[in-house]
C-alpha cells in the first residue's frame, strides 16, 4: 500500500485555493458590477430632469462645509473661493487651520478679512485646543478655526463643534468641486429622512483643465502612473461603492467629498483621531452603532462626479498613499469587529464586513502569496507550465474583465471622456494595467499591512501636488 | 511533464478549469469591449441626430420666443426626442408671454398628442420627459393619465406627474392630491414644496380642513408643507398641535406660529423636557414675542442644551422694542459664564 504523498496534496491544495480565491474575488467585484448597473441605468434616465435648471424651497437642508488645512498656503484661499461660488440654497464652510508651519492663517487673514469672534464654542467631541475662531468680514458664511495641530479627524472634529447647519460635509482642501456637487450629494437627505450619510464619485483631476477653481474640459493625464489610477477610480467608484450602496452595505465614503448628518456623528462620537483611514472608520462605526441600536438608517452613495482630485504621479507618492490607504482599511476593520458579530450587522456586518476582510484586508496576502507560491511551484517542478500559464491566464484574464466593466459602467453613464481616441486610450489602460501595476499595488498594500501590525503612529500625510493639469488655471 | 508536478490528474484538471475560466473572462471582455464601441457608436449618432435637429429648430424656436410667427416645417419622427428635450428646457427657463407662444407652437406641431402617446407608451425615459412637456403645456386632456402616474410607486415619476398637475390645474390638483403629498414620505419636503408654490392657495384651504383629523405620525409633514408654504394656519389648529405629545408634532407646530395667536402655548412650551422643543419655542417667540417675554428668554440663556441659548439669544435680539442698551443691560445682569458667551457671539454676530 502506497502512503500518501503529502508534499502533493498540499501543493494542489494551495494551488486550488488560491485558483478559487481569485474566482471568488474577481467574481464578487462582478456581482457588485451588476447590481451597479441596475442603479446606473435608473439614474441615466434621470439625468435630463436632474439637469433642469433648479429652484430652491428654502427647505433644503443648509450645510456646514468642514476644510481641514495644514500648510496649505498656496493654494488655501483659491479653494475657498471656488466652494464659495457652490450653487446651494444656504451653506457655510468652516476652514481649519491645524497648527500650519507655514502661513495658511496669514493667508486667510488677509485674504477674507478674517476678524476674531466670540464663539460660545461647544465641546461637543473633544478636540486639540482652540485658539481662536474668526469670521470672515468680506463673507458671511466663511469661519476660520485656529487650533493646535492635532490631525485631520481632529480638525474635522473641531469644525464639527462649531458648525451650525444639519449637515456637514467633509472636504479636502485641494478637492475641485463640481458646482452643483452639494445640491447632488444632499439629494438623498431630502427623499429619505433616514439617510445618514452619502458620498459621491471622485474623479482624476491630472489632465483636465481648471479655471477660477472649477472644471472646465476634462482630459485623460500624459502620465502613465495617473493614468492607471483614471481606470482604478472607474472601478471603485463606479461598481465598487455603487453596488454596495443599492444594498446599504457601503463602508467608505471617501474623506475627498462625504456629506454626514451632524447629530449622527456627534452621537457616535465623531471621526476617531488615532486613525488614517478616518473616513472610513467613520462610516464602519455608524454601521456598527446604529446597528446595535437598531436604528433605521441608510448610507447613500450618488454616483454623480461631484469631486476632482489631483492623483500622484511619481512612483514614490503613490507608493505611500496606498500604503495608508491600506492602513487605514486595515484600522477601520480592526476598529469595529462588533460589526460582523452583530445580531443586527445585516448586509454591512454579514457581507460587505467580511468580504472587505477577505478581498481588500488580506487580499495583498493571499493575492501575492498565490503569485509567489505559484512561481515557487513552477521554478521547483511541483507545477507543470501549463498549470502556472493557466493560473496566469485566468488572473490576469480576470483582472482585464474587471476593468473593462468599470469602463462600461462609465460609458453607459456618465461618458466623461467624449473622444474615441480617450476612450480608446482607456481601453489600452485596461489592459496594461493587469501586466505589473496591480500587481505592485498588492506589494504596497502588504506593506500597509506590514506597517498597521507594527502601529506606527499616524499623522497628515504628505502629498507631492504637481499642479500642471491646472494649465492657465486660477485654482 | 516533470514526474514531481502536480499529480497528473489534479494538474490535467487543473489546467483545464483554469482554461476554461481564462477563455470565458476572455470572451465576456471581447463582448464588453464590443459593447462599448457600440454605446460609443450610439452615443455618438444620438448626439448628431440632436445636433440636426437643434440646428433645424433652435432658430424657429427663437423666432417664436421674440414673439414672430415663421412658418413651421412637420417634426420628422427621428426629431421627437431632441425637439421636446431643447423645447423643454426652454420652456424651464422662460415665463408669461415666450412660455405661451412656445406652447402654442407645441400645440400646431402636434406635440400633445404625441406627448401623450409617449406617455401612454413609452419608456420611463419617455415618460419622464412626456409628463415635463404635457405639464409646461397645461394639457388637460392628459389629466386622467398624470393623475394615474402621481400614484406610481416610482418616485421621479409620481413627482414629476404631480408638478405637472399642478401646472394644469392648481385648485383640482390641490384637492386630489394634498393627502397624497402628505402620505408620501418618498416625495423630498423641499421639492413637493417647490412644486406647491404655485398652489399655495388652494394647498392651504385644503391643509386647514384635513389638518385637524390627521394622526401624530402625519401631523408633523404636513405641518412643515404648511410652514413652507407660509400658510396662516387657523389659531385654533395650531393651539391643538402645540398640546400634542408628540414632540415632532409640537416642534413641527412651533415653526409654523406666525401670529402672537398662540403666544400663551409657546410660553408655555419653553419649559418643555425635549430639548428640540424649547430650541424651537426660543426661535417661535422671537417672532411673535413681547418684550415682556425678555425675561423668560434671559431664563433660557442658561439652559443646558448649546442650541436653546442659541436660539434663546438669537429671539432676545429679534423681540420688538428691545434695544441694544436693553441687551446690555441684559448681558451685565448674566452670572452664568455659558450664558454671558453666547449673548457675546449673538451680540458679534449681529455687528458683523
Known sequence: MSHPNWGQLLTDFVTWFVFCYFIALNGGYLLLNAIALRSLRIKGQELFIADLPRAYSGLEPPVSILVPAYNEEATIAASIRSMLQLSYAEFEIIVVNDGSKDSTLEVLRREFALLPFPEAYRRQIPTAEVRAVYRSTRYPNVRVIDKVNGGKADSLNAA?????????????????????????????????????????????????????????SVGLPKNIWALFQVVEYLRAFLFGRLGWSAMNGMLIISGAFGVFRKDAVVEVGGYRRDTIGEDMEL?????????????????????DPVCWTEAPEDFHTLKNQR??????????????????????????????????LLFEWLGPVVELGGYAF????????MISWQA?????????????????????????????YPRGKQLLML?????????????????WRLTGLLRWALQKESSWGTMKRKGTWQSGASK | MNPRALSAGASDTFVSVALWTGTVALALTLLLALQIVLLRMALRRRERRTALAVARWRPLLNQIIIGEDPALPALAPREHLPFLHLWAHLQASLRGEASAALNAMACRLGVDTLARGMLARGARDERLLATLVLGHLGDRAAWPQLLALARVPDSALSLTALWALVRVDPDAAAEYLTPLFIEREDWALSHVAGILQQASGPVAAVLARILPQLGDERLPRALRIAESLRVTLPGGVLAAALQSRSSAVVIAALRGVLTPETLPEVRALLLHEDWQVRVQAARA??????????????????????????????????????????????????????ALDMLDQVLAEEAA
Open chain 1, 323 to 356: 500604503i495608508r490607504w491600506q492602513r487605514g482599511l486595515a484600522e477601520s476593520l480592526n476598529a469595529n469587529w462588533g460589526l460582523p458579530f452583530s445580531r443586527n450587522g445585516g448586509v454591512p456586518g454579514w457581507v460587505a464586513f467580511p468580504f472587505m
Open chain 2, 285 to 338: 417667540l422671537g417672532r411673535v414675542g413681547e418684550r415682556s417675554d425678555a425675561a423668560r428668554l434671559t431664563a433660557l440663556l442658561g439652559d443646558p442644551q448649546w442650541w436653546v441659548r442659541y436660539r434663546a439669544a438669537q429671539a432676545l435680539r429679534e423681540l420688538p422694542l428691545l434695544s441694544r442698551a436693553d441687551l446690555e443691560a441684559v448681558r451685565a445682569s448674566l452670572q452664568d459664564r455659558f
Open chain 1, 283 to 303: 462610516v464602519v462605526r455608524m454601521h456598527r452603532l446604529l446597528r446595535e441600536k437598531r436604528r433605521p438608517y441608510r448610507i447613500e452613495f450618488v454616483p
Open chain 1, 427 to 443: 481601453g489600452l489602460v485596461v489592459i496594461l494595467e493587469n501586466f505589473g501595476y496591480r500587481q505592485l499595488n498588492t506589494v
Open chain 1, 374 to 381: 505559484m512561481l515557487w511551484a513552477f521554478f521547483t517542478g
Open chain 1, 388 to 416: 502556472f500559464g493557466a493560473f496566469l491566464f485566468v488572473a490576469i484574464g480576470l483582472g482585464i474583465l474587471l476593468s473593462a466593466s468599470g469602463l462600461l459602467l462609465e460609458e453607459m453613464s456618465f461618458h466623461i
Open chain 1, 160 to 216: 464639527i463643534n462649531v458648525s451650525r447647519y444639519p449637515l456637514v460635509c467633509g472636504v479636502d482642501a485641494d478637492s475641485i468641486l463640481q458646482r452643483d456637487s452639494l445640491a447632488k450629494v444632499t439629494e438623498p437627505f431630502l427623499r429619505d429622512s433616514t439617510v445618514v450619510a452619502a458620498g459621491g464619485t471622485v474623479r482624476v483631476a491630472n489632465g483636465c483643465t481648471v479655471s477660477g477653481g472649477f472644471l472646465t
